[in-house]
């Protein structure tokens, strides 16, 4: 049987192919034939349509090559063969010296182009903030960091990472949103590589902040990085101050001799185990601690105060009208919320929390205060508490811990999680430091199992802490939080079969997955990289509030706490925001804010209110709660 010959169109490509395999000789060869094949007959045809050139065939043809010369640049010129040949190769010598300039120049501009895009080019800015790093905290560092900057002029920052320049563009376009006056610059390469971390240029920086990225190894991958900044930065006068986080305490002494003494760094994960222990004891806690940590609404600023030298610090607490004093920084040391009898002396700063650095601003907020609306009872009590923990994660020791520091005599935490994820031992050396009033027991079970949730008597606990899983090596980031979906709609449907609400502290690794969570409104959600990413960034605008922070979420000692508004004023009388706090002043606390029962689901603050004017009137009911800032 004869084989079926190959369509004409096929051969043709297949012929076309193979020429141009041959090399460029060939392929410039075929374009000069296929370009005289056009020209030479598109000349003859204008020459021979037009009535003026000569009616002889010599001077047609000469005619003809004429315009061929012309339209392919060979120079036309007529004459002996000579002539013509010496034209033509004057013309082709100028085709190729064009032709090369050209070429270099696009060589030269893709090349320049394409660098620019790999993000290799040096930044030339002063005063500017660096980012190293990539994680999920970078869109909240680098967002806070746009805010602070809303007021400059001219402010930008540099943003480090191994990570293609261009998908760091779009990711950081799309999450962080517009970004006003301040620019953004993404480079890209490795940030542990001395020779690349100069494209941010951070000698001339403002602040550099490195940022963990989310694997295993991520703690040594920030002392390296912290190494090779210092590196880059040897011989330099100056260096920019340092703001960084490691997860595991055992890396804190190597990444602070890493930074060096202007630099910060956070141990985020007892961070968020404190912050997380914070809110199980007072619902709402979390709101408050958002408030104060973002850049868009109030928060911490130190000014000095000569007018106020020499006077008690209690005095302080109705000084201004718009502004609440919470402490004092003196030689560097923070004291918050000291004895109202203290002294402000001369080189105090007072630690206050207000709008902006000039809304300050002194004035007697005293004939506000009405002593007849202040409660005259003991505070309420505290009392052994029942705590359930379910889900079990690196950070469950320090929940542990930190729950232990505070356990009142009779105190229990009920552990709830797979074998896989918590061993008894694992459970017994976090519960290593027994006799101080709390007992914790491990019950095994799948907190994704409505029937292991069923077994509990989940209303019977005073709070309910719901902790993703560690992802494993090679799994998706985002498979904590869609098994803690999972159990946070189990304890959503026992809220509605029972129509008791439960006092539920949820930690969340992605803040996109905040909305999908089947909770209340106004729960609390701690997202520990978001938290972390604020913090980081506070820091990073005034590394002097570094000691207060510490401070303010140490496991013990004074904290942000939220209190019975009944332990201050008179359930159901109308008074101002002064009042408040001049009985706050009498039991030796700081008040900064309230969280209004009433506006408790309403969206976006959920009733929390943070530094009201003083001369602000309200009336105040037995579920109100007052925020101050005070000892247990």
């Given at each position: 049987?004869?084989?079926?010959?190959?369509?004409?169109?096929?051969?043709?490509?297949?012929?076309?192919?193979?020429?141009?395999?041959?090399?460029?000789?060939?392929?410039?060869?075929?374009?000069?034939?296929?370009?005289?094949?056009?020209?030479?007959?598109?000349?003859?045809?204008?020459?021979?349509?037009?009535?003026?050139?000569?009616?002889?065939?010599?001077?047609?043809?000469?005619?003809?090559?004429?315009?061929?010369?012309?339209?392919?640049?060979?120079?036309?010129?007529?004459?002996?063969?000579?002539?013509?040949?010496?034209?033509?190769?004057?013309?082709?010598?100028?085709?190729?010296?064009?032709?090369?300039?050209?070429?270099?120049?696009?060589?030269?501009?893709?090349?320049?182009?394409?660098?620019?895009?790999?993000?290799?080019?040096?930044?030339?800015?002063?005063?500017?903030?660096?980012?190293?790093?990539?994680?999920?905290?970078?869109?909240?560092?680098?967002?806070?960091?746009?805010?602070?900057?809303?007021?400059?002029?001219?402010?930008?920052?540099?943003?480090?990472?191994?990570?293609?320049?261009?998908?760091?563009?779009?990711?950081?376009?799309?999450?962080?949103?517009?970004?006003?006056?301040?620019?953004?610059?993404?480079?890209s390469g490795p940030t542990t590589d001395p020779t690349v971390l100069p494209l941010t240029s951070p000698a001339t920086a403002g602040v550099v902040v490195v940022l963990p990225h989310d694997q295993p190894e991520a703690d040594a991958e920030v002392v390296k990085t912290l190494l090779a900044l210092r590196a880059a930065l040897a011989g330099q006068e100056t260096r920019p101050p340092v703001v960084a986080a490691v997860r595991d305490d055992r890396y804190l002494l190597?990444?602070?001799?890493?930074?060096?003494?202007?630099?910060?760094?956070?141990?985020?994960?007892?961070?968020?185990?404190?912050?997380?222990?914070?809110?199980?004891?007072?619902?709402?806690?979390?709101?408050?601690?958002?408030?104060?940590?973002?850049?868009?609404?109030?928060?911490?600023?130190?000014?000095?105060?000569?007018?106020?030298?020499?006077?008690?610090?209690?005095?302080?607490?109705?000084a201004y009208p718009t502004s609440s004093v919470v402490g004092l920084v003196r030689g560097g040391t923070p004291l918050l919320n000291p004895p109202p009898t203290t002294t402000v002396a001369p080189g105090d700063l007072l630690v206050v929390i207000?709008?902006?650095?000039?809304?300050?601003?002194?004035?007697?907020?005293?004939?506000?205060?009405?002593?007849?609306?202040?409660?005259?009872?003991?505070?309420?009590?505290?009392?052994?508490?029942?705590?359930?923990?379910?889900?079990?994660?690196?950070?469950?020791?320090?929940?542990?811990?930190?729950?232990?520091?505070?356990?009142?005599?009779?105190?229990?935490?009920?552990?709830?999680?797979?074998?896989?994820?918590?061993?008894?031992?694992?459970?017994?050396?976090?519960?290593?430091?027994?006799?101080?009033?709390?007992?914790?027991?491990?019950?095994?079970?799948?907190?994704?199992?409505?029937?292991?949730?069923?077994?509990?008597?989940?209303?019977?606990?005073?709070?309910?802490?719901?902790?993703?899983?560690?992802?494993?090596?090679?799994?998706?980031?985002?498979?904590?939080?869609?098994?803690?979906?999972?159990?946070?709609?189990?304890?959503?449907?026992?809220?509605?079969?029972?129509?008791?609400?439960?006092?539920?502290?949820?930690?969340?690794?992605?803040?996109?997955?905040?909305?999908?969570?089947?909770?209340?409104?106004?729960?609390?959600?701690?997202?520990?990289?978001?938290?972390?990413?604020?913090?980081?960034?506070?820091?990073?605008?005034?590394?002097?509030?570094?000691?207060?922070?510490?401070?303010?979420?140490?496991?013990?000692?004074?904290?942000?706490?939220?209190?019975?508004?009944?332990?201050?004023?008179?359930?159901?009388?109308?008074?101002?925001?002064?009042?408040?706090?001049?009985?706050?002043?009498?039991?030796?606390?700081?008040?900064?804010?309230?969280?209004?029962?009433?506006?408790?689901?309403?969206?976006?603050?959920?009733?929390?209110?943070?530094?009201?004017?003083?001369?602000?009137?309200?009336?105040?009911?037995?579920?109100?709660?007052?925020?101050?800032?005070?000892?247990?």
């Open positions: 049987m004869a084989q079926r010959r190959a369509p004409f169109g096929d051969r043709v490509r297949y012929w076309f192919d193979s020429t141009l395999a041959r090399g460029a000789a060939a392929l410039v060869g075929w374009m000069a034939l296929l370009c005289l094949a056009v020209v030479v007959p598109a000349s003859a045809v204008l020459v021979w349509t037009d009535p003026d050139v000569p009616a002889s065939l010599t001077g047609r043809l000469a005619r003809v090559w004429h315009l061929t010369g012309q339209t392919l640049r060979l120079g036309g010129a007529t004459g002996t063969p000579l002539q013509v040949l010496v034209s033509v190769l004057l013309a082709l010598v100028t085709l190729v010296y064009v032709s090369t300039l050209v070429g270099l120049i696009t060589t030269a501009l893709t090349e320049r182009l394409t660098a620019l895009r790999r993000g290799r080019s040096t930044v030339l800015e002063q005063g500017h903030a660096v980012v190293l790093g990539w994680s999920e905290q970078v869109f909240t560092v680098v967002g806070e960091l746009v805010a602070a900057n809303a007021n400059q002029r001219r402010a930008a920052v540099a943003v480090l990472a191994d990570r293609d320049k261009t998908l760091m563009e779009e990711a950081l376009s799309t999450k962080v949103g517009a970004t006003g006056r301040t620019r953004l610059i993404c480079r190597a990444a602070r001799l890493a930074a060096g003494p202007s630099g910060v760094v956070l141990e985020s994960d007892t961070v968020t185990a404190r912050l997380i222990v914070q809110a199980t004891r007072r619902p709402g806690l979390s709101l408050v601690h958002r408030e104060l940590l973002d850049f868009a609404g109030d928060e911490f600023y130190l000014i000095g105060e000569p007018a106020l030298t020499g006077r008690p610090f209690g005095e302080a607490l109705l207000t709008r902006d650095d000039d809304t300050a601003v002194l004035g007697d907020c005293a004939d506000s205060v009405e002593e007849a609306a202040m409660a005259t009872g003991p505070p309420t009590p505290t009392r052994a508490e029942r705590v359930l923990l379910l889900g079990w994660n690196r950070r469950a020791p320090l929940i542990v811990d930190q729950l232990r520091r505070r356990a009142r005599p009779g105190s229990a935490v009920d552990v709830v999680a797979d074998p896989g994820e918590a061993t008894a031992r694992q459970v017994s050396e976090a519960d290593a430091d027994g006799g101080t009033g709390l007992s914790v027991t491990l019950h095994h079970g799948d907190t994704t199992r409505p029937e292991t949730l069923r077994r509990l008597d989940v209303h019977s606990y005073d709070s309910v802490i719901v902790l993703g899983r560690d992802p494993l090596p090679g799994q998706s980031p985002d498979e904590p939080d869609n098994r803690t979906l999972v159990t946070l709609l189990l304890l959503r449907q026992l809220e509605e079969a029972t129509g008791r609400e439960l006092p539920v502290v949820t930690e969340l690794v992605d803040d996109r997955n905040r909305p999908l969570a089947p909770i209340a409104p106004g729960a609390d959600v701690i997202i520990s990289g978001k938290l972390i990413g604020l913090l980081m960034a506070q820091i990073s605008q005034n590394r002097h509030l570094a000691a207060v922070f510490e401070e303010l979420f140490s496991g013990g000692g004074t904290s942000v706490r939220m209190k019975p508004a009944t332990d201050y004023v008179r359930p159901g009388s109308e008074t101002a925001f002064a009042t408040v706090v001049a009985a706050a002043r009498q039991r030796g606390e700081c008040v900064i804010g309230y969280r209004s029962h009433r506006h408790a689901s309403i969206s976006p603050a959920y009733g929390v209110r943070i530094n009201p004017p003083k001369h602000e009137r309200r009336h105040w009911t037995a579920e109100d709660e007052v925020v101050v800032i005070g000892d247990d």
